[in-house]
């Protein structure tokens, strides 16, 4: 570490006096207030990518991010023992509470406004830009051949996991070909084209634990899977995470929806993607995945006990779905 701290000091030109653990990250307290280090696989031209992301969202007055910190020569990270390293404003404050109406609010707000700064997005030919425009099909395609693979090693096992899975698998199955199905016949591709005119970005993770509140503001942070992708692909994010904590209230979807729309509207077209994308029965493949394929840091029990709660919300998704339409 000790290393390490030399290279930081001499890079950047700043003094460390300490270094804690934070996450899967570093905290500095430098003579120059505290810094979040970031070691990572990330290639550079990766981490350029986030690093004119982020310096474009400033420019069109979305500051309240976790700003990237340049090296004495200009650069957006060094590289040291191969392995990518780089350094960001700290953000002091607490994970944002999606149980709190006002909160949610206020994140829909502050994604409308991430979107609506970086339209117009274009990289340096430094930087190496990641594309997701027009993958959804092949996405949903793939995890659908995989549900019904994991079904095979399902019907094999002898844990309650698996009867659970081979009672409700099809049910989940055949919902997800209904949604791709639907995709086929969407402005899916319309909406992608127009996109890539727009070059607008995702933020592609945005959850509760990725937006900090300090003080009476709210900061958008971790921008490691930021992409060229269709603004309700965020959207859809907040809103899966949000109605599982209401049951699948449509009166919260509406609200969260109409914030957002304020300050960045939506289509018909955008909504009728959104509803077959909250169809898709994300979080079952999910679960099932992560069990059959890296069950190592959970619990039987726990395993079990997130994918009852997959089925339970089956009753409330059905009305949900009903009654979106009609937003």
Same mark, same amino acid.
Request: proline fraction near 1%.
């Given at each position: 570490?000790?290393?390490?701290?030399?290279? /930081?000091?001499?890079?950047?030109?700043?003094?460390?006096?300490?270094?804690?653990?934070?996450?899967? +990250?570093?905290?500095?307290?430098?003579?120059?207030?505290?810094?979040?280090?970031?070691?990572?696989? /990330?290639?550079?031209?990766?981490?350029?990518?986030?690093? @004119?992301?982020? @310096?474009?969202?400033?420019?069109?007055?979305?500051?309240?991010?976790?700003?990237?910190?340049?090296?004495?020569?200009?650069?957006?990270?060094?590289?040291?023992?191969?392995?990518?390293?780089? +350094?960001?404003?700290?953000?002091?404050?607490?994970?944002?509470?999606?149980? #709190?109406?006002? @909160?949610?609010?206020?994140?829909?707000?502050?994604?409308?406004?991430?979107?609506?700064?970086?339209?117009?997005?274009?990289?340096?030919?430094?930087?190496?830009?990641?594309?997701?425009?027009?993958?959804?099909?092949?996405?949903?395609?793939?995890?659908?051949?995989?549900?019904?693979?994991?079904?095979?090693?399902?019907?094999?096992?002898? +844990?309650?996991?698996?009867?659970?899975?081979?009672?409700?698998?099809?049910?989940?199955?055949?919902?997800?070909?209904?949604?791709?199905?639907?995709?086929?016949?969407?402005?899916?591709?319309?909406?992608?084209?127009?996109?890539?005119?727009?070059?607008?970005?995702?933020?592609?993770?945005?959850?509760?634990? #990725?937006?900090?509140?300090?003080?009476?503001?709210?900061?958008?942070? #971790?921008?490691?899977?930021?992409?060229?992708?269709?603004?309700?692909?965020?959207?859809?994010?907040?809103?899966?995470?949000?109605?599982?904590?209401?049951?699948?209230?449509?009166?919260?979807?509406? $609200?969260?929806?109409?914030?957002?729309?304020?300050?960045?509207?939506?289509?018909?077209?955008? /909504?009728? /993607?959104?509803? $077959?994308?909250? +169809?898709?029965?994300?979080?079952?493949?999910?679960?099932?995945?992560?069990?059959?394929?890296?069950?190592?840091?959970?619990?039987?029990?726990?395993?079990?006990?997130?994918?009852? @709660?997959?089925?339970?919300?089956?009753?409330?998704?059905?009305?949900?779905?009903?009654?979106?339409?009609? $937003?």
């Amino acid at each position: 570490m000790h290393e390490l701290e030399r290279e /930081l000091q001499e890079n950047y030109d700043i003094r460390i006096n300490s270094i804690s653990n934070f996450r899967d +990250m570093f905290i500095a307290n430098t003579d120059n207030g505290r810094r979040l280090i970031k070691i990572t696989g /990330l290639k550079p031209d990766r981490v350029n990518f986030i690093a @004119e992301v982020k @310096e474009h969202l400033f420019r069109n007055g979305f500051c309240n991010i976790d700003r990237n910190i340049f090296t004495n020569s200009g650069k957006s990270c060094i590289t040291y023992n191969d392995q990518t390293i780089y +350094m960001c404003r700290y953000i002091e404050g607490r994970e944002s509470n999606l149980d #709190n109406r006002e @909160e949610s609010i206020r994140c829909a707000r502050l994604l409308a406004k991430m979107h609506r700064a970086s339209i117009g997005f274009s990289c340096s030919e430094n930087s190496s830009p990641r594309n997701e425009l027009g993958r959804l099909p092949s996405s949903y395609r793939k995890r659908l051949d995989e549900i019904k693979k994991l079904k095979k090693s399902a019907v094999k096992g002898k +844990m309650k996991f698996d009867n659970l899975m081979c009672r409700h698998v099809d049910y989940f199955y055949e919902l997800g070909e209904r949604a791709l199905n639907l995709l086929d016949t969407s402005d899916y591709y319309e909406l992608v084209e127009d996109a890539e005119k727009n070059k607008n970005i995702s933020h592609h993770d945005f959850n509760h634990h #990725n937006i900090f509140v300090q003080n009476n503001d709210m900061y958008l942070i #971790n921008f490691e899977y930021c992409c060229y992708d269709l603004k309700v692909y965020d959207l859809v994010n907040l809103l899966r995470r949000k109605m599982r904590k209401c049951q699948w209230d449509i009166d919260e979807a509406a $609200l969260i929806i109409n914030e957002y729309s304020k300050i960045e509207s939506l289509s018909e077209s955008e /909504l009728d /993607l959104m509803k $077959l994308m909250l +169809m898709f029965p994300q979080k079952f493949w999910r679960v099932i995945n992560k069990y059959y394929n890296s069950r190592k840091s959970w619990s039987e029990q726990n395993y079990i006990s997130r994918l009852e @709660e997959v089925i339970d919300e089956v009753k409330y998704l059905k009305e949900f779905l009903e009654k979106f339409s009609a $937003l």
